[in-house]
């Protein structure tokens, strides 16, 4: 199989040089670039100028590097040995890997039978690569598993449900946390939901030796798929929501899996419908004891604290425009949030502080940022 | 004849491409001032919620004389106070976000579209009388969304069979749920607009770090735009894609929204009218001060073909959707619409205009 055409079709490429915008690619590979994982540097995706690239970029919101994507991106890993994947949004056909910030980027060969979801993730050690997908054969959620070296695909395992979405590793890296949305899709089909009537999501944990099913989730709530997972060091998943019901309907999105039971983390009333039965994104924060979610359908994010690391108590919302990606920063209770208006946000929550990154930023503003931010918790 | 040989779709295309050429032509940034943000709240925002409220207060007091004594001329006396408040309502529908999103209002004043007819099946239970009984006793407050606001209201003054009910009912059922709705639709237009007037005018006219969601001249801008885009997106795809369907034999003229009561093309006049007046607030200054007067002249112009196209459409449009040449000039609008999206879509980039990235498209 030929590897993904990153070249433009010639008579698209015709009109961009016609309009005098191919000046874009030059900023295919940018200066000298630290490791992806040294401190302080993040990564997303986001579209600009009509394309969508990987953007690295430092503490004060520098773009240190962008890398051309051939369609929208979605989820990125990093593993412990610096390397870096970011898969393509549902149906996504292509996945991006660097070996470090400046390596080459290795395109991984997607099969149409097995198209992403959109989230991968690496094995403790990263030698392995796990990327959410549907057998579409089976009509059946699959995990690939894939060499995280070589970029070769080594096996397909069941994900125990429909529409897996996102997937993370367990905290001490013998599982696999899947997310199971619920929604099935067919490539022929696009992004089309084909069984909002039927949908039965769960959350499934698999064993990685084998890819066997240990345990899973499920919830009396059909319709909510479960979409975004976030996993900290006592292996507690917080999952997010997305309401596939009617629209004047509206549920608790946030969910926390903790000693064997599943949970409703329950806003205020104004806060639940602000959310507007959309969550895009879950992270944890460094010491495991924050948690925020991301609404951009309802322009907020929800900061949750984990009392002694067990007890749920909702913390704080804020109000951002078109918020979506997050990830954890530095110091604990620290959020990095992205959004999609391309501002970039820090939020420190034990002082409830929201401040801007984007001082002296280069360009960053003219990102639209995507869903995720690179997560500062290894898979 | 050369459209009906061309995809749509290409002709979108190729609009898109020449518009591409003939409007950013110096890549040069747009802006929208302060001053523009706080005119169009002032001009357009606040006007259109005052003028949705006082023809609420009409209808809730019509609504109230009907109840005295109930009779067909007064209902009918009725119908244009509620026509002239769904008017209203349809020239405010350029601003969807904001207060109106709070408490699900948008949902209790209009829901609509209903696909899975919930207005009829929410109406049907509650002749039941214990539904009654809970309604006079919590009002609307626990009553579903579709029971909440001009939907259901639309019902009972225009189909025969909810007028008939209302007349006879000794227990004044419908005269009781009319004023209950009436009474809502004031409480909701009365909240909308003292919340933009006491919060949301400051919120966006002065953006800021606080715990406001317009923190950068950016989210201002955003919004305003994002809010004509929805209503553009609503019009194209709900309120003239689904009725006109693919072809004059397969029209669904029912799915027209508030066909019962003949208001579709009054309202698609009047949404056509606010979006006029957003973009001559917002715009047009903009443009101007570019040195773009052409361009603007340009979307002026297209906003009067819109205009002329709706003119010449018959009403009530709902006995006219499955006539040949009626179905194909309601295409044409159609069409219009879509080309008006398209040449505010190329300028929102250089607006700095992010059309909801991740909250309309996200995964």
């Known amino acids: 199989m030929s590897p993904v055409d990153l070249t433009l079709p010639n008579s698209r490429r015709?009109?961009?040089?016609?309009?005098?915008?191919?000046?874009?690619?030059?900023?295919?590979?940018?200066?000298?670039?630290?490791?992806?994982?040294?401190?302080?540097?993040?990564?997303?995706?986001?579209?600009?100028?009509?394309?969508?690239?990987l953007i690295i970029f430092d503490a004060q919101g520098q773009v240190q590097r962008q890398?051309?994507?051939?369609?929208?991106?979605?989820?990125?890993?990093?593993?412990?040995?610096?390397?870096?994947?970011?898969?393509?949004?549902?149906?996504?056909?292509?996945?991006?890997?660097?070996?470090?910030?400046?390596?080459?980027?290795?395109w991984l060969e997607v099969t149409l039978s097995s198209p992403l979801s959109g989230h991968c993730c690496f094995s403790s050690n990263g030698e392995r690569l796990y990327s959410a997908?549907?057998?579409?054969?089976?009509?059946?959620?699959?995990?690939?598993?894939?060499?995280?070296?070589?970029?070769?695909?080594?096996?397909?395992?069941?994900?125990?449900?429909?529409?897996?979405?996102?997937?993370?590793?367990?905290?001490?890296?013998?599982?696999?946390?899947?997310?199971?949305?619920?929604?099935?899709?067919?490539?022929?089909?696009?992004?089309?939901?084909?069984?909002?009537?039927?949908?039965?999501?769960?959350?499934?944990?698999?064993?990685?030796?084998?890819?066997?099913?240990?345990?899973?989730?499920?919830?009396?709530?059909?319709?909510?798929?479960?979409?975004?997972?976030?996993?900290?060091?006592?292996?507690?998943?917080?999952?997010?929501?997305?309401?596939?019901?009617?629209?004047?309907?509206?549920?608790?999105?946030?969910?926390?899996?903790?000693?064997?039971?599943?949970?409703?983390?329950?806003?205020?009333?104004?806060?639940?419908?602000?959310?507007?039965?959309?969550?895009?994104?879950?992270?944890?924060?460094?010491?495991?004891?924050?948690?925020?979610?991301?609404?951009?359908?309802g322009h907020r994010v929800v900061v949750w604290r984990l009392a002694q690391g067990v007890e749920p108590i909702y913390h704080h919302t804020l109000a951002i425009t078109d918020a979506c990606g997050l990830s954890a920063s530095n110091g604990p209770g620290g959020f990095i949030i992205s959004t999609g208006t391309g501002h970039i946000y820090h939020y420190a929550a034990i002082t409830k502080t929201l401040s801007s990154m984007e001082a002296g930023a280069r360009s960053?503003?003219?990102?639209?940022?995507?869903?995720?931010?690179?997560p500062k918790q290894l898979c | 004849m050369l459209k009906k040989c061309i995809p749509s779709n290409l002709i979108q295309l190729i609009f898109a491409a020449l518009l591409w050429f003939i409007i950013i032509p110096s890549h040069a940034n747009l802006l929208v001032s302060n001053n523009e943000v706080a005119a169009w709240v002032d001009q357009y925002v606040l006007p259109s919620y005052q003028n949705l409220h006082q023809a609420n207060l009409l209808l809730q007091t019509h609504a109230g004389e009907l109840c005295a004594a109930p009779s067909l001329q007064q209902l009918n006396k009725t119908q244009p106070h509620f026509s002239k408040a769904l008017k209203a309502m349809a020239y405010s529908q350029a601003i969807d976000g904001g207060p109106m999103q709070d408490e699900l209002r948008n949902f209790q004043l209009y829901f609509w579209p209903d696909r899975n007819n919930l207005v009829n099946k929410q109406l049907a239970k509650l002749m039941d009388d214990s539904n009654l009984q809970g309604l006079k006793e919590q009002g609307l407050e626990h009553a579903s969304v579709a029971l909440a606001g001009y939907p259901a209201l639309e019902r009972l003054l225009f189909e025969p069979f909810y007028r008939q009910t209302i007349i006879k009912d000794q227990e004044k059922f419908g005269c009781y749920y009319m004023v209950t709705i009436t009474n809502n639709l004031v409480r909701l237009t009365a909240a909308i607009t003292e919340d933009w007037k006491a919060k949301w005018r400051a919120q966006l006219v002065g953006p800021s770090n606080s715990n406001s969601?317009?923190?950068?001249?950016?989210?201002?801008?955003?919004?305003?735009?994002?809010?004509?885009?929805?209503?553009?997106?609503?019009?194209?795809?709900?309120?003239?894609?689904?009725?006109?369907?693919?072809?004059?034999?397969?029209?669904?003229?029912?799915?027209?929204?508030?066909?019962?009561?003949?208001?579709?093309?009054?309202?698609?006049?009047a949404n056509a009218r606010g979006l006029t007046d957003s973009l001559k607030i917002t715009l047009k200054p903009a443009l101007i001060r570019a040195g773009e007067t052409s361009n603007w002249n340009q979307i002026s112009h297209h906003l009067s073909l819109i205009k002329q196209q709706l003119d010449q459409l018959p009403t009530p449009l709902v006995t006219h959707l499955n006539e040949p040449q009626h179905w194909l000039a309601v295409e044409e609008l159609r069409e219009q619409f879509i080309q008006l999206q398209v040449m505010l879509r190329a300028l929102y980039p250089r607006l700095n205009v992010h059309l909801g990235f991740n909250a309309y498209d996200g995964d």
């Open chain 1, 14 to 53: 015709h009109f961009m040089r016609q309009v005098g915008i191919g000046m874009l690619f030059a900023l295919n590979s940018g200066p000298s670039v630290a490791k992806l994982n040294d401190k302080g540097y993040w990564a997303g995706t986001a579209k600009q100028g009509g394309f969508y690239w």
């Open chain 1, 67 to 106: 890398i051309k994507l051939p369609s929208r991106g979605h989820g990125l890993q990093q593993s412990t040995k610096g390397q870096l994947v970011v898969c393509g949004r549902r149906p996504g056909v292509w996945m991006l890997l660097l070996q470090n910030s400046l390596a080459k980027p290795q």
């Open chain 1, 133 to 297: 997908e549907n057998n579409i054969q089976l009509a059946q959620g699959g995990i690939g598993v894939w060499d995280a070296q070589s970029g070769l695909r080594l096996n397909q395992w069941l994900s125990q449900g429909i529409g897996p979405h996102e997937v993370q590793l367990s905290h001490d890296g013998t599982h696999l946390w899947v997310a199971n949305g619920g929604i099935l899709t067919q490539p022929k089909h696009g992004r089309e939901k084909l069984n909002l009537a039927t949908m039965a999501p769960n959350i499934s944990y698999l064993r990685l030796s084998d890819g066997a099913l240990t345990q899973q989730y499920s919830i009396n709530e059909s319709q909510l798929s479960l979409r975004h997972i976030a996993v900290n060091s006592r292996n507690q998943v917080a999952v997010a929501c997305q309401y596939q019901g009617p629209a004047h309907v509206r549920k608790t999105l946030l969910l926390l899996i903790h000693g064997g039971h599943i949970n409703y983390l329950s806003c205020d009333p104004k806060t639940t419908l602000d959310l507007n039965n959309y969550l895009g994104s879950v992270a944890f924060d460094i010491s495991g004891e924050w948690l925020s979610a991301s609404s951009p359908r």
């Open chain 1, 364 to 374: 960053a503003n003219d990102f639209s940022w995507d869903n995720h931010l690179l």
């Open chain 2, 213 to 269: 969601r317009f923190k950068k001249p950016a989210d201002q801008v955003s919004f305003i735009f994002s809010n004509i885009d929805v209503l553009l997106t609503k019009i194209i795809t709900k309120k003239l894609t689904k009725p006109l369907t693919s072809s004059v034999t397969k029209a669904k003229p029912k799915r027209l929204e508030s066909w019962r009561s003949s208001n579709s093309l009054i309202m698609l006049k």
